[in-house]
């Protein structure tokens, strides 16, 4: 028990009525809070990036990391890949963290195709530029770069990494032209060098397992741990109560 709970709950405290409020909380109640505060420890995966070159750069364009929802300001709200950003800018967010890939899965450049078992953290890089532009960039991760899916068929045959509620808006237009490129460019690091106008370009990074997303921000931590108290403290209640009737 935290030492906040405990002195709240002591007999000697003044506020002794908060712990029985806390007993009052349906267990329900508890346990969806814990399933959702362990859901919002992961964090972002994306390390850094930085626009170096092309027109993108001259018109001031620079990395921007996301974060879902998107705040888009085209199109439908939360969405992606059909003009909804209109920027200079080149873009990335965390898709889903640490998934056991369930069947051979092909990539465009790197590991192909990565071998069922393997697991992966799924990261979305894309440039939305308004006029016709060119972008040269690097992005970082927090773990080792394993594949990049740059075709519209293999976009797709991964789509089911993404789990961010986002909508990923025109898919049939996904994928790079002939002279766009985005290579592996350093163990953790990926270089994005492409020509777009629309409906963009957009690119998936798997990475390997990321120690990030599977730490709790402390935050969190503090948080978990009163939640874990105070359903502690329900059930002793109940138990007692229970052995009286």
Do not use: W
């Not at 992961?42 to 996301?66: E, Q, R, Y």
């Not at 889903?96 to 195709?113: K, M, T, Y």
């Not at 899916?149 to 808006?169: E, I, P």
């Not at 490129?181 to 990926?190: A, E, F, K, P, W």
């Amino acid at each position: 028990m935290t030492s906040s709970v405990r002195d709240m709950c002591s007999p000697y405290s003044r506020d002794r009525g908060s712990c029985a409020r806390i007993a009052t909380i349906p267990c329900s109640f508890l346990i969806a809070t814990l399933l959702f505060l362990a859901a919002s420890s992961l964090h972002a995966t994306i390390i850094s990036g930085v626009v170096t070159g092309g027109s993108a750069l001259t018109a001031g364009g620079m990395f921007v990391k996301l974060t879902p929802p998107l705040s888009n300001p085209f199109g439908p709200p939360d969405s992606v890949g059909n003009d909804t950003f209109q920027s200079p800018n080149l873009f990335g967010f965390d898709e889903d963290q640490n998934i056991v890939i369930p069947s051979p899965l092909i990539a465009d450049v790197g590991l192909s195709p990565i071998p069922t078992g393997s697991v992966v953290a799924s990261h979305y890089i894309f440039f939305d530029p308004g006029p016709s532009q060119r972008v040269i960039g690097t992005v970082d991760f927090d773990s080792d770069v394993l594949a990049i899916l740059t075709s519209t068929r293999n976009l797709a045959s991964a789509d089911f990494l993404a789990n961010t509620g986002v909508n990923y808006l025109n898919p049939g237009q996904r994928g790079l032209e002939p002279g766009d490129s985005v290579t592996i460019s350093g163990t953790r690091q990926i270089l994005f060098n492409t020509l777009a106008s629309s409906p963009g370009d957009y690119v998936r990074v798997l990475t390997a397992f990321s120690p990030a997303a599977a730490t709790p921000e402390p935050a969190s931590v503090v948080l978990l741990t009163s939640a874990l108290a105070a359903l502690a403290i329900l059930l002793h209640r109940r138990r007692r109560k229970s052995a009286r009737v």
